[in-house]
């Protein structure tokens, strides 16, 4: 997996990229952020995104979806929709840390479902 980095308006992304089609994004928004206003400001940010992008959201989608993270099982929203003649979801988490919010964003595309499931635990198991 390809790593890097940023930080920008106060917010520090971290971004694994892999040769397939797994993406995952960890972003530690600094208070007063709530899970909320985070869970909101990344659900339209990237379904605006991918409708720039001719992408066509399936029923379902923006629904809930649970994993495991840092040990609890957490609740989720989850995009899933077709682009570019892939089946893709991603998958969207706002978890409250001390005064932060942490942002997990987990991407795959429905053919790569065996890889994400051997990949994704590896780093929500390691975040702390």
Known sequence: MKVS???E???ATINLDDEESLFAMIQLYPSPTTVGEVRKLLMESFKTEF???EAKFLKGSGGPVKRNIQGVERE???LDFELGGHRLNTEIYA???DKRVVAVILQHTVADAELAAEAFPIITDSLE
């Open 5 to 7: 980095s940023e930080k």
């Open 9 to 11: 308006s106060g917010i």
């Open 51 to 53: 409708t720039s992008q």
């Open 76 to 78: 989720g929203r989850i």
């Open 95 to 97: 978890i409250p840390e």
